[in-house]
């Protein structure tokens, strides 16, 4: 199973009018990183960066003229994402400016059906909040002291850590590591379900039994004491 991580800086907040200028995505297979990314700077044409959005991200003007427009990098854009699920922290804004854009250049929206919106997730894992991308790492303990300022790639790659951790990504790690093609490890079988890798393990050689000889011998005999309903006696004699 596919999914991109993703994030957008735009020239402002309104979809109608500001244009993405950033965009920056982490594939993930069966929601581990493959290491295969996408980064792209965008020129948004007349539209100037607003003051705001720039003490956020920091892009300015002079930066993008240089960058190709949407419309040259769209193709781009969708052979990266394939068919893969759409993957971003408050993805109403993203995709409200990825849909606009792909609008404007004649190609349809993506469908809600393949985004999945991780602040609702996190809403519902974590009621009582915050959960802003930055107190998500601080909850999950994500170093992120090196984000001084917004940007779509780095977004993306604390969003993924913080994603695997919300869906139990690590503790899939554990049993992806001792598979094999065949899908068994030799020492137990791989389960999976709803996504989570897990290992059943089984000792080659039984434990020894740590009771002694004499012990034993005590446990029978309390067991016969205890006549035909005794609970010991339906089972096998521990010797």
């Not at 003051?51 to 991200?57: G, I, K, S, T």
């Not at 892009?59 to 240089?66: A, H, Q, R, S």
């Not at 960058?67 to 109403?92: C, M, Q, R, S, Y």
């Not at 740590?210 to 012990?215: L, W």
Request: charged content about 25%; overall charge negative.
């Amino acid at each position: 199973m596919r999914e991109i991580i993703f994030d957008t800086e735009t020239t402002g907040l309104d979809n109608r009018a500001d244009r993405i200028i950033e965009i920056g995505g982490i594939e993930l297979f069966n929601h581990f990183p493959t290491g295969n990314t996408i980064h792209i700077f965008i020129n948004p044409g007349d539209q100037k960066v607003h003051p705001d959005a720039l003490a956020v991200h920091g892009i300015t003007d002079e930066f993008l003229k240089d960058k190709k427009p949407f419309a040259e990098v769209a193709e781009e854009i969708l052979a990266f994402f394939g068919d893969a699920k759409w993957i971003a922290h408050n993805a109403t804004f993203d995709m409200g400016f990825i849909n606009a854009e792909f609008a404007r250049i004649g190609l349809p929206p993506i469908l809600p059906e393949r985004v999945l919106d991780t602040l609702s997730m996190a809403r519902r894992k974590h009621p009582m909040g915050p959960n802003s991308l930055d107190a998500l790492c601080r909850r999950y303990g994500i170093d992120n002291s090196h984000r001084t300022k917004h940007g779509a790639l780095l977004d993306s790659e604390l969003l993924a850590e913080v994603y695997i951790e919300m869906i139990g990504g690590r503790q899939a790690a554990l049993g992806l590591g001792m598979s094999t093609q065949s899908g068994q490890t030799g020492r137990g079988e791989m389960s999976e379900e709803a996504g989570v890798i897990a290992a059943v393990l089984q000792r080659p050689r039984p434990l020894a039994p740590r009771f002694s000889e004499v012990e034993a011998e005590a446990h029978q005999a309390l067991v016969a004491k205890l006549g035909e309903k005794g609970i010991w006696a339906k089972y096998d004699s521990l010797n």
